[in-house]
């Protein structure tokens, strides 16, 4: 997959996630039913555009079974979000990891439990 081309709009993300927490192909009515569900009050029209988005960005793919086209994800919710992070990354930070730790730390919105987790995780590339 050309990740350059990975860039869902913030919508079409809201449709990756009901199919990331899914784990499984799911039929455009039940995207649509899973997204009321979560309050998201788009029309089926729209959700139905997002979709054909997605699939004509290969973002998600389509299969036929029986008379309905059930859709999945091409990529997992944690290699895209490797993707998104070096994309913001780079973006904002010029590459510097450093940079962006900072950043978090500095915004409060750092836990102690999850900083504590970070310590743990750069203490294995050691």
């Known amino acids: ?14 449709v990756m996630k009901v ?3 899914e784990e499984k192909s799911l039929s455009a009515p039940e995207i649509v039913q899973r997204l009321k569900e979560k309050d998201i009050k788009w029309e089926k029209s729209t959700i139905y555009t997002l979709i054909d988005r997605l699939v004509k960005k290969k973002i998600i793919k389509q ?3 029986d008379k309905l086209y059930y859709y999945s994800p091409s990529i997992s919710k944690e290699e895209y979000a490797k993707i998104e992070t070096a ?9 510097s990891v450093k940079d962006l730790i900072a950043a978090l730390v500095e915004s409060g919105n750092l836990k ?3 900083f504590e987790e970070i310590k743990k995780l750069l203490g294995k590339e050691e």
């Open 1 to 14: 997959m050309n990740k350059e081309l990975l860039k869902p709009s913030e919508a079409e993300l809201e």
């Open 19 to 21: 199919l990331w927490e």
């Open 63 to 65: 299969e036929k079974k």
């Open 87 to 95: 994309r913001v990354l780079n973006k904002l930070f010029n590459g």
């Open 112 to 114: 102690k439990e999850e």
